[in-house]
């Protein structure tokens, strides 16, 4: 994602300015010369508010539509064209941070639903399931006492039966964190289950 790198303008505020005015009147030529001027700054905005590149990408693709929605709302006696850009940047990227949260949260709650089905089990005769229920009781316990990044990286490996790298994968974090978390996480559940034998 390298823009062109444009002819800087001589008087940059009110040349954006101008820009956000031809846009406020759905110039489409004006929102191309206005990212090719802006969209390097602003992707770096992006990146320091969500940490991560390919997001940042996202962020400023939305960003840009609210600046294509938004650009006759802008008032420069307000903010100087930059900050008000930016300004809708961070807002992009703080959603996007928050609708990720939202998503993990779901996914934690989907694996304790699962562990739950997975811990009431159908079996049949009630003398061989007692001491296994006795410890689903004590690993459902256990599994509640581990951090929810730990719980969710045990869960996601042992009842969805994911490799390490699925994991990291999926949940967008590094291997090795994936492998750190997993370690510490069944350290602690045999140190708890050693207690309920």
């Known amino acids: 994602m390298s823009?062109?790198?444009p002819v800087p303008f001589l008087n940059p505020d009110a040349e954006l300015m101008?820009?956000?005015d031809r846009v406020a009147a759905r110039d489409e030529t004006a929102l191309k010369v206005l990212y090719?001027?802006?969209s390097s700054?602003?992707?770096g905005l992006?990146?320091?508010v969500v940490s991560n590149r390919e997001w940042a990408e996202d962020v400023l693709q939305e960003a840009y539509m609210t600046i294509w929605r938004a650009a006759g709302d802008y008032r420069a006696s307000l903010s100087p064209p930059m900050a008000w850009m930016g300004l809708i940047v961070r807002s992009r990227g703080l959603d996007f941070l928050?609708?990720?949260n939202t998503q993990r949260?779901?996914?934690t709650q989907e694996l304790d639903d699962d562990l739950a089905d997975t811990l009431e089990g159908d079996a049949i005769n009630p003398m061989d399931t007692a001491q296994?229920?006795?410890q689903a009781v004590a690993l459902h316990q256990c599994l509640s006492r581990l951090d929810n990044k730990q719980r969710e990286v045990v869960s996601l490996a042992y009842i969805r039966d994911l490799s390490h790298g699925d994991l990291a994968r999926q949940l967008q974090i590094p291997l090795g964190t994936v492998k750190t978390w997993i370690r510490r996480g069944l350290d602690q559940l045999r140190l708890c289950m050693a207690r309920f034998a």
């Open 3 to 5: 823009p062109p790198n």
């Open 18 to 20: 101008a820009l956000l």
């Open 36 to 38: 090719e001027h802006t």
């Open 41 to 43: 700054k602003l992707y």
């Open 46 to 48: 992006a990146v320091r």
């Open 98 to 100: 928050r609708r990720r």
């Open 105 to 107: 949260g779901k996914l």
């Open 132 to 134: 296994a229920s006795q």
